[in-house]
T-cell receptor, first 113, second 111 residues
Framework: GENVEQHPSTLSVQEGDSAVIKCTYS??????FPWYKQELGKRPQLIID?????GEKKDQRIAVTLNKTAKHFSLHITETQPEDSAVYFC????????????FGDGTTLTVKP | DVKVTQSSRYLVKRTGEKVFLECVQD?????MFWYRQDPGLGLRLIYF???????EKGDIPEGYSVSREKKERFSLILESASTNQTSMYLC??????????FGDGTRLSIL
């Protein structure tokens, strides 16, 4: 089955700096790669996603890049703010697997004011 | 807006009890999932369902079962609760190859 590895497990940055979280996946059939943000005590929520026919997607301060050949994708957050502090999960899935996604173990991002 | 409702935010049960966790969605999504979340271990899939009365084992199904009698409701059952099942349980739904939508979670303590 699919295996997703996420690095780093913890990340601490100064407010205003950039943060990058990386994920690798094993199944070349995977074609959908969402990123979720989970604030303390809250549910995971989608922040951005990318499909395999696109190499990069941007939404204001966040962007995701996908390298299908190397089977890795990354989340980039620029101009970080304290409210970006949360746990971030990457995931990979493909159409025919009954909707199942495989998640990375999560990255705890701390933005210091 | 998508709504996934879990029946309890906090639940305390005793070892050996049969425990039911309920999840209801209002989006008519085909796929529903149960995860448990423990510190440092991410989201681990217990069971999922892609249709009424259909279920598939996830990565950690031991000690759990599920029921999906109606499309909108997916129940997680701990047949005989044990202390190592103390955890946060998250329900999620999904339609085809779209993002998952999560409930608020149930923090379950087994004493």
């Amino acid at each position: 089955g699919e295996n997703v590895e996420q690095h780093p497990s913890t990340l601490s940055v100064q407010e205003g700096d950039s943060a990058v979280i990386k994920c690798t996946y094993s199944d070349s059939a995977s074609n959908y790669f969402p990123w979720y943000k989970q604030e303390l005590g809250k549910r995971p929520q989608l922040i951005i996603d990318i499909r395999s026919n696109v190499g990069e997607k941007k939404d204001q301060r966040i962007a995701v890049t996908l390298n299908k050949t190397a089977k890795h994708f990354s989340l980039h957050i620029t101009e970080t703010q304290p409210e970006d502090s949360a746990v971030y999960f990457c995931a990979a899935s493909w159409n025919t697997n009954a909707g199942k996604s495989t998640f990375g173990d999560g990255t705890t991002l701390t933005v210091k004011p | 807006d998508v709504k996934v409702t879990q029946s309890s935010r906090y639940l305390v049960k005793r070892t050996g009890e049969k425990v039911f966790l309920e999840c209801v969605q209002d989006m008519d999504h085909e796929n529903m999932f149960w995860y448990r979340q423990d510190p440092g271990l991410g989201l681990r899939l217990i069971y999922f369902s892609y249709d009424v009365k259909m279920k598939e084992k996830g990565d950690i199904p031991e000690g759990y079962s599920v029921s999906r009698e109606k499309k909108e409701r997916f129940s997680l059952i701990l047949e005989s609760a044990s202390t190592n099942q103390t955890s946060m349980y998250l329900c999620a739904t999904r339609q085809y190859n779209q993002p998952q939508h999560f409930g608020d979670g149930t923090r379950l303590s087994i004493l």
